[in-house]
DNA sequence: ATTGAAAGACCGACCAA
DNA sequence: TTGGTCGGTCTTTCAAT
């Protein structure tokens, strides 16, 4: 899974971030605001997507409108003996974690989760908590996002049906 | 800002799955998969678009690679007086915050940063801790990811050139 | 929600610097 | 190697049904 060194220059990184502000905008557009033509832009997207730095393009939704309604982060704190690989196997079982990471300071890991409401978050707390290897966790729940438009909030695990 | 309430059907769960695993699929293959004409996935779309469901389309892509190797949350301590609302504006003016959101606990709210290294995150939160009402932090600095394809693993605030 | 037609985007092959 | 041009094909988009 290791990649070569990948050394992306200026036009790039304006393709990227045209890419990323919409992920549908044409390769004609994003090539007449830097000065390419659009299989040019194509070509080097292509590349980048080959290399790794684009690894795709995703709509970006309210959870909330899917009904995502409960978020939480979660500190994990393990027994020293459990390795963070054994932590990785557990954590993709679970498709309410959208996102798991070992951390500095106190906890061994980080967990960001959604639910559906607090029932939900309770039960998914509940399987974690019985996992054998794990002694505590610390809950913050959140309660409201400060900024509008951050890259995350739109990130769910999917649809409530497909994982209920 | 207020939108009115939205009903998706079961058709529009789809398109929105099918948009979520690539924002670049065309309305035309949508459709072919759920049994509706390209014009008519369009119509949902720019419904769901206008109802606020489908906030926007980006690329997902390899913070590293844009230059953002170093990642924190960092949760917040405000004096009692201050209110949620000022946390918010000062919050917007920090690219390097890509999300930030109150949270129950002791902390009053949880900063998610990316910098480009450590040197870069350590005077991000030094002007953080400078801000008057805030009376102390406490930073978990992510060491690594146990989840490759989470959606906010790819959330990154721009280019480093752009912001620093 | 579908159809049909015009405009536009994509993508491969080939050529130039 | 990287970008440009061209042509065939698929997609988008708007009207009308």
């Not at 036009?11 to 044409?26: E, G, H, M, W, Y």
Request: with cysteine; hydrophobic share 45%; glycine share 6%.
């Amino acid at each position: 899974m290791t990649r070569p060194p990948v050394t992306l220059d200026d036009l790039d990184r304006k393709i990227v971030a045209a890419l990323i502000a919409n992920a549908r905008t044409s390769f004609a557009e994003i090539g007449a605001a830097i000065g390419l033509s659009a299989p040019a832009v194509k070509r080097r997207v292509d590349r980048m997507r080959e290399a790794g730095v684009i690894t795709g393009f995703t709509a970006t939704v309210l959870p909330n409108a899917l009904g995502w309604r409960t978020e939480a982060y979660v500190e994990v704190y393990c027994d020293s003996a459990a390795p963070p690989r054994r932590l990785a196997e557990v954590v993709r079982d679970y498709p309410e974690i959208i996102a798991a990471m070992t951390v500095t300071g106190g906890a061994d890991a980080l967990l960001h989760i959604r639910a559906t409401d607090i029932e939900h978050f309770e039960r998914v707390l509940e399987r974690i908590r019985a996992e054998p290897f794990i002694r505590k966790t610390v809950s913050q729940i959140v309660l409201s996002h400060l900024i509008a438009n951050s890259p995350e909030a739109g990130a769910s695990p999917g649809t409530p049906a497909d994982t209920q």
